[in-house]
């Protein structure tokens, strides 16, 4: 083996270690970036655990205090509903109580005619019935309640329980129809004029007094019944004695304010300091880890960076140095081993008549 192909073997060893090295900051730059994936990864699972113990923490102290307020604030509430009750329980059975008493004269008028009534017709030998609403609207009517229930009274004697009755018949016929009609004019009209005939035509009088009386029932109920709406319109509530009430309700308010403004008081309070105080608390069971975490990380990364400019440095020695010999073909360990072997056996003089063999021996 002549001196130059010793010289191109030293060559090409040097650039086959070149090479093996530059491969092995590679793989060390691959293995970092895997580390900087899994070390960026931990570190931010510790940061978002670190992040919801502090975020549960405070949500379930922050919670704690509105619960413990809004339990007094319930209490005040129900005190103060019951108290208004209470007002509105007082205030209805005074306004009952005034109107029993304005309403007294009328009421007690009333009965006595109701009495008198009776009286009178128990001695005119007058029929109990004929002493009704009733009564007076089928036969002696005056008001539109009366002429209203005449009406009803009339429709449902000769219209609704004809036709109904009619509808119960399995064989329907139009005959049937009509005799249902001229039989129920017989028996209900029958009755209305046996009932006439028997108390007006003999208690005509009578009947007429209990007239008089009974609208001036109506009269008085009418009366009541103004009386009433009026007293429930009144805004005055003053003869009610209301004011035990008033106050208690005026205490449960104050109370709730009260409550209210605590409740602020001490969120505003928990915002703006506790929170902080709970997070540092927090964070500070957490930053030894987080710390060693992030210290690794940034190892990590200074290492890669000085991976990154060792492999870019080696890169352009060995391409100055040996890309311009070898070309890209031959930039390899494995085959660079291949030209030195040739080179040794002496199937090669020099570089290019390895490169050649090189060739041929691969297209063989």
Same mark, same amino acid.
């Given at each position: 083996?002549?001196?130059?192909?010793?010289?191109?073997?030293?060559?090409?060893?040097?650039?086959?270690?070149?090479?093996?090295?530059?491969?092995?900051?590679?793989?060390?730059?691959?293995?970092?970036?895997?580390?900087?994936?899994?070390?960026?990864?931990?570190?931010?699972?510790?940061?978002?655990?670190?992040?919801?113990?502090?975020?549960?923490?405070?949500?379930?102290?922050?919670?704690?205090?509105?619960?413990?307020?809004?339990?007094?604030?319930?209490?005040?509430?129900?005190?103060?509903?019951?108290?208004?009750?209470?007002?509105?329980?007082?205030?209805?059975?005074?306004?009952?109580?005034?109107?029993?008493?304005?309403?007294?004269?009328?009421?007690? *008028?009333? %009965?006595?005619?109701?009495?008198? =009534? &009776?009286?009178?017709? @128990? #001695?005119? !030998?007058?029929?109990?019935?004929?002493?009704?609403?009733?009564?007076?609207?089928?036969?002696?009517?005056?008001?539109?309640?009366?002429?209203?229930?005449?009406?009803?009274?009339?429709?449902?004697?000769?219209?609704?329980?004809?036709?109904?009755?009619?509808?119960?018949?399995?064989?329907?016929?139009?005959?049937?129809?009509?005799?249902?009609?001229?039989?129920?004019?017989?028996?209900?009209?029958?009755?209305?004029?046996?009932?006439?005939?028997?108390?007006?035509?003999?208690?005509?009088?009578?009947?007429? *007094?209990? %007239?008089?009386?009974?609208?001036? =029932? &109506?009269?008085?109920? @009418? #009366?009541? !019944?103004?009386?009433?709406?009026?007293?429930?319109?009144?805004?005055?509530?003053?003869?009610?004695?209301?004011?035990?009430?008033?106050?208690?309700?005026?205490?449960?308010?104050?109370?709730?304010?009260?409550?209210?403004?605590?409740?602020?008081?001490?969120?505003?309070?928990?915002?703006?300091?506790?929170?902080?105080?709970?997070?540092?608390?927090?964070?500070?069971?957490?930053?030894?880890?987080?710390?060693?975490?992030?210290?690794?990380?940034?190892?990590?990364?200074?290492?890669?960076?000085?991976?990154?400019?060792?492999?870019?440095?080696?890169?352009?020695?060995?391409?100055?140095?040996?890309?311009?010999?070898?070309?890209?073909?031959?930039?390899?360990?494995?085959?660079?081993?291949?030209?030195?072997?040739?080179?040794?056996?002496?199937?090669?003089?020099?570089?290019?008549?390895?490169?050649?063999?090189?060739?041929?021996?691969?297209?063989?």
């Amino acid at each position: 083996m002549g001196q130059q192909a010793a010289d191109q073997i030293a060559f090409l060893q040097e650039a086959r270690k070149a090479l093996e090295e530059l491969e092995i900051l590679k793989d060390r730059e691959k293995q970092l970036k895997i580390d900087e994936v899994k070390v960026g990864k931990t570190l931010d699972m510790e940061k978002k655990a670190a992040e919801d113990a502090v975020n549960s923490t405070i949500r379930k102290r922050r919670d704690a205090i509105g619960s413990s307020y809004d339990k007094e604030m319930d209490k005040a509430e129900e005190r103060l509903k019951k108290a208004r009750t209470k007002r509105e329980k007082a205030k209805n059975q005074g306004m009952k109580e005034r109107i029993a008493e304005e309403t007294a004269d009328l009421r007690s *008028e009333n %009965r006595d005619l109701e009495s008198q =009534i &009776r009286v009178l017709f @128990k #001695k005119k !030998r007058v029929p109990g019935y004929c002493n009704s609403r009733w009564y007076y609207a089928l036969f002696l009517p005056r008001w539109f309640g009366e002429f209203f229930t005449f009406l009803v009274t009339v429709l449902v004697c000769f219209a609704a329980i004809p036709y109904g009755s009619y509808l119960l018949i399995p064989d329907r016929k139009q005959v049937y129809l009509v005799g249902i009609y001229v039989l129920t004019i017989v028996i209900f009209g029958g009755i209305y004029v046996w009932i006439s005939n028997r108390t007006k035509a003999r208690h005509m009088e009578t009947l007429k *007094e209990g %007239r008089v009386m009974r609208d001036h =029932i &109506r009269s008085n109920k @009418k #009366k009541i !019944r103004l009386i009433t709406k009026s007293i429930q319109k009144d805004k005055n509530e003053k003869q009610y004695n209301l004011e035990k009430y008033d106050d208690e309700i005026a205490q449960a308010e104050q109370e709730i304010h009260k409550i209210g403004n605590q409740k602020q008081d001490a969120m505003n309070t928990f915002e703006q300091v506790t929170k902080a105080i709970i997070s540092d608390e927090i964070l500070t069971g957490f930053k030894p880890k987080l710390d060693e975490l992030s210290a690794g990380y940034r190892d990590i990364k200074k290492a890669i960076n000085e991976v990154e400019d060792e492999i870019k440095e080696k890169n352009l020695m060995v391409t100055d140095r040996y890309a311009g010999y070898l070309g890209r073909e031959y930039m390899n360990p494995i085959k660079i081993g291949e030209l030195v072997e040739l080179l040794r056996s002496g199937k090669a003089s020099n570089l290019n008549e390895a490169m050649q063999a090189a060739r041929e021996a691969k297209d063989v």
